[in-house]
């Protein structure tokens, strides 16, 4: 089993900036690539970003492209989102995974576990 526990979301303000972090844990490998998807009340769950779990291949939705980067750490076991110039259409339950492909695959069918998300709430 892997465990990833995600954390720094909160409230901020529209035009603020946010750094959020996945804590992997168990059974974990850092061959896997791994991914953020957000769900937003009444919406479907859909992808954010993903990466290789070499870092080199990265890729982002077309929505957050320009104000959010994804990165990790492989000696920490650590994944981040950066995310800046943040929109109230933002405002979601953030949630990393593991894509055990290592394609950073943008199809949540491609992950396998999953934290228990962290919430973005951003204000107009």
């Known amino acids: 089993q892997v465990q990833l526990v995600e954390s720094g979301g909160g409230l901020v303000q529209a035009g603020g900036s946010l750094r959020l972090s996945c804590a992997a844990s168990g059974r974990f490998d850092s061959n896997y690539a791994m991914g953020w998807f957000r769900q937003a009340p009444g919406k479907e769950r859909e992808f954010v970003a993903a990466?290789?779990?070499?870092?080199?291949?990265?890729n982002h939705a077309d929505s957050v492209e320009g104000r959010f980067t994804i990165s990790r750490d492989n000696a920490k076991k650590e994944l981040y989102l950066q995310m800046t110039n943040l929109k109230p259409e933002d405002t979601a339950v953030y949630y990393c995974?593991?894509?055990?492909?290592?394609?950073?695959?943008?199809?949540?069918?491609?992950?396998?576990?999953w934290g228990q998300g962290t919430q973005v709430t951003i204000s107009s």
């Open positions: 990466i290789s779990w070499s870092g080199r291949i990265t």
């Open positions: 995974a593991t894509e055990h492909f290592g394609s950073a695959s943008v199809r949540s069918t491609d992950y396998e576990y």
